[in-house]
């Protein structure tokens, strides 16, 4: 793997926003990547299309979330959608019915007529095949994210 790609990509995934939860920083979206992580790990993911209604991936999800004591429970939508305005990370909507975005998260009923599934950077998804350079990442995103300070 080129190691400035994989660079390049670590540091945008390291520079997401996180909102607010009911303890400060809510930690929702770097819990959701890291179920990603797994589900590609796993084999349970072999095209870049994440579904939102994966089963797999809302179990690992919360499995997460209850490891990282995470206070109240984020539901999955929350990330799965505000994820959405990283640059790494798109949501591929059916025809033209997106959303305008204004900070609001559509009804799970929504997604479900509307979006076809969300990817990653083509080129992200590559990288995230290797499991030397997927490894590399979510250990940073666990000391950025999810380490006591």
Known sequence: ??????SLYNDLILSIKCGNGISGKSIAKPLFILSIFECIAMGDLNENKIMFNDNRLKKIYTAFARYYEEVKLT???????????????????????????????????????????????????????????????????????????
């Open 1 to 6: 793997m080129n190691s400035y790609i994989v």
């Open 75 to 149: 539901p999955i939508i929350l990330p799965y959608y505000h994820l959405g305005s990283s640059d790494f990370y798109h949501l591929v909507w059916c025809e033209k019915n997106r959303p305008p975005y204004n900070g609001n998260t559509p009804s799970e009923k929504y997604l479900r007529e509307n979006l076809l599934y969300a990817k990653f950077d083509d080129e992200l998804w590559e990288i995230l095949q290797d499991a030397e350079s997927r490894e590399y990442i979510r250990r940073n995103i666990i000391t950025r994210f999810l380490t006591k300070q």
